[in-house]
């Protein structure tokens, strides 16, 4: 007995990224505060960009970084950081899709600071988009969806509903890789930021509403859902 206390303690100590979605010992966030802490650096970003100037002012440090898109993308950086560390308080473990978007910010963002090129901050979303699309697309070649650490807080679906549900979201998450691309090689730097904020975040909630009708024919009985909540 007293050698499996130890061995159990350690085994805790090496959940640092979140459990499977349907694991018994998963720690969940309220889905508003998850929503918050996702969002929350990507609306920080827009108000940063279109205040830059104000900011600097007030921020001596900042006014040394450049125009705008420069101060914007620090605050981004900075932002990303606090909700990353801010999960990790709450439930001791990083969350996996978050963490990848997290790392891709803190490295283009310095690129994008260091290099003073807005090109690459603006190419941070196709790489993440293709990322995420592979991933969930890839992950179905092995049978196994990756979509339940994102949506697990929010509801429970059978493993046929998970898979088109994985499938769609893969595939949307390539299509806005390529509206990236488009966007930001085509229109103003104002406009491409504008339409990350206003324009990705609406196409994402109608294509989740979307998925409302397979959601409701593969949802799990209440039943299950306590079950696999354990």
Request: charged share 20%; with cysteine.
């Amino acid at each position: 007995m007293t050698d499996r206390k130890p061995a159990e303690a350690a085994d805790q100590e090496l959940h640092i990224f979140e459990a499977d979605p349907n694991a018994p010992d998963r720690k969940r966030i309220n889905p508003l505060l998850k929503l918050v802490l996702e969002l929350g650096p990507l609306l920080v970003f827009f108000f940063a960009n279109s205040k830059g100037a104000w900011i600097a002012e007030r921020v001596p440090f900042l006014a040394d970084i450049g125009g705008p898109i420069f101060v914007g993308t620090a605050c981004f950086m900075i932002a990303t950081a606090i909700a990353l560390s801010v999960s990790w308080l709450l439930t001791r473990t990083l969350p996996i899709m978050p963490l990848l978007s997290g790392i891709i910010v803190l490295v283009f963002g310095a690129l994008t600071l260091w290099l003073q090129d807005e090109t690459f901050i603006k190419v941070k979303p196709t790489i993440i988009n293709t990322m995420f699309g592979v991933i969930l697309l890839g992950g179905l070649m092995f049978k196994k969806s990756f979509l339940g650490y994102v949506f697990d807080s929010a509801f429970r679906l059978d493993a046929e509903g998970w898979r088109i549900l994985t499938l769609r979201w893969g595939l949307f998450f390539l299509l806005m890789a390529v509206i990236n691309e488009v966007i930001w090689r085509n229109f103003s730097t104002d406009f491409w930021i504008a339409f990350k904020v206003w324009g990705n975040m609406p196409l994402s909630i109608v294509f989740t509403l979307m998925q409302l009708p397979l959601m409701q024919r593969h949802a799990l009985p209440e039943e299950d859902a306590e079950g696999v909540k354990g």
